[in-house]
């Protein structure tokens, strides 16, 4: 059974970059589409960025597009959500979940993801 742990929270600056990683266990993800998410206090959860199983097709919400990249190491059983240019307001709990239902070329639908990381903390702040 997939499990996936989320690393690499913390504080970042202000302009700066943070890098997290969302890995897998139980199965490879080879065969996921991989999405990366948000959310802050009081807010509703957001997609940020998510990749297909193949890694030729991602997509990126509006807020962070320019600044933030995802990549995916399958051998590794690995993805990697790079953060640059950090605001304030990119503060949240980021969560990485996995879908199998689309096959290899596209992201699942944001409500149609099956398995979930517990999330790692992000603070922006100077």
């Known amino acids: 059974q997939l499990r996936l742990v989320e690393s690499g929270g913390g504080l970042g600056q202000p302009g700066g970059s943070l890098r997290l990683s969302c890995a897998a266990s139980?199965?490879?993800?080879?065969?996921?589409?991989i999405g990366w998410f948000r959310q802050a206090p009081g807010k509703e959860r957001e997609k940020v960025l998510c990749i297909s199983a193949s890694g030729d097709s991602t997509s990126a919400a509006d807020s962070v597009k320019g600044r933030f990249t995802i990549a995916r190491n399958n051998a590794q059983n690995r993805v990697y959500l790079q953060m640059n240019s950090l605001k304030p307001e990119d503060s949240a709990v980021y969560y990485c979940?996995?879908?199998?239902?689309?096959?290899?070329?596209?992201?699942?639908?944001?409500?149609?993801?099956?398995?979930w990381g517990q999330g790692t903390q992000v603070t922006v702040s100077s």
């Open positions: 979940a996995a879908s199998a239902r689309y096959g290899l070329h596209r992201c699942a639908p944001v409500h149609d993801y099956e398995t």
């Open positions: 139980g199965t490879s993800l080879d065969r996921y589409a």
